[in-house]
Structures are given as structure tokens and as C-alpha cells.
């Protein structure tokens, strides 16, 4: 079976937040519930000029989850494929999964009572789709679905056309 990975190029992330509104669509989330996010860190000083950082956290999708573990009605498992599922109909809204989590990408749904994750919209994914935050949204194109190795490889690509001057994303 294929394996998938999300990956975010966080140096090319200039904090459109296009993936928070391409999942909150997708995935019809409630008010506060942000399935990704994107927050900026800085500025920090380089070389005398003011540096923005944005970062983006979503699940991992992690080999060894710990939410899974943690889960007492295993309303979290993990699918052949490698994508990490929250099934919220088994959820009984303990919040044991927010606490193992090491990236604190599940959220609560005070209001449901249940825990909220990134699904890597495996329903988009069971159809030959790609999850909604990477199907071309990201005005800054540093969010990829895939094959990992593939992934990398494309990544290290466009950092290779960056550093030779390449300055056109069409050019990528």
C-alpha cells in the first residue's frame, strides 16, 4: 500500500492562512476549531533587517502515534496508508489525545464535546483527490502531498532554482 505524507516547506510559507480556510470549508469545521494552523514566530533581526517567520501545525500523521495510544475507545487509528483517523463518532470527548499529542494538533469541540484532528481529508485522498489545504491553495506553494521521498526531492528542487535565481514560481 502507498504511503502519503503531508509536508510543509516552512521556508517558503509567507502566512496566507489559505490552507486554514481550504480545511475549515472542506472539513465544515465550528468557530475556533483550526484543524491546521499558521503562526508566525519573530521578527527576529538578520543582518539588521526585521525576519518573519510563519510555521504551520497540523497532525503528523506520526508512525508511532501517541494519540492512538492514549485513546480508551480507539477513536483514533491508524490506516494502512499511513494517514492518522479520528473517528468522531467513537469520541466520548476525554481529551486524553490532546494531552499525548507532542504537537498539540488535536483540538476540542467544547460545544460537541469531542476532539477535532486533521483527517488528511482521507476522504478527498480515497477518491485519487489530494487533502484540501494542498490542492493548489497555498499561494506559496510550500504545502505537498504525497510519496515523502517524492516530496523532498521536489522541495530540494525549488530551494536548488531559488539559490541559482529563479525567482518565478512557473519557473519551478
Not at 87 to 115: M, N, R, T
Not at 128 to 156: M, R, T, W
Request: glycine letters at 6%; hydrophobic letters at 35%; charged letters at 25%.
Amino acid at each position: 500500500m502507498k504511503a502519503y505524507a503531508l509536508i510543509i516547506d516552512h521556508e517558503s510559507c509567507w502566512g496566507c492562512k489559505t490552507c486554514e480556510v481550504a480545511c475549515k470549508q472542506e472539513n465544515l469545521a465550528p468557530i475556533g476549531i483550526k484543524l491546521i494552523s499558521v503562526y508566525e514566530e519573530g521578527p527576529k533581526i538578520v543582518e539588521g533587517k526585521p525576519e518573519f517567520v510563519f510555521r504551520v501545525n497540523v497532525c503528523r500523521h506520526c508512525d508511532e502515534p501517541e494519540c492512538v495510544e492514549a485513546c480508551p475507545e480507539e477513536a483514533i487509528f491508524k490506516r494502512d496508508d499511513g494517514i492518522v483517523v479520528l473517528d468522531q463518532k467513537k469520541c466520548v470527548g476525554c481529551e486524553l489525545c490532546l494531552d499525548a499529542c507532542p504537537y498539540h494538533a488535536i483540538a476540542f469541540d467544547a460545544e460537541e464535546g469531542i476532539a477535532q484532528k486533521c483527517n488528511l481529508c482521507y476522504h478527498r485522498v480515497d477518491q485519487g483527490l489530494i487533502p484540501a489545504c494542498a490542492d493548489n491553495v497555498c499561494l506559496a506553494h510550500c504545502i505537498y502531498f504525497g510519496d515523502p521521498k517524492e516530496i523532498q526531492e521536489q522541495i530540494s528542487e525549488r530551494h536548488r532554482a531559488w539559490s541559482n535565481g529563479a525567482m518565478d514560481l512557473n519557473e519551478l
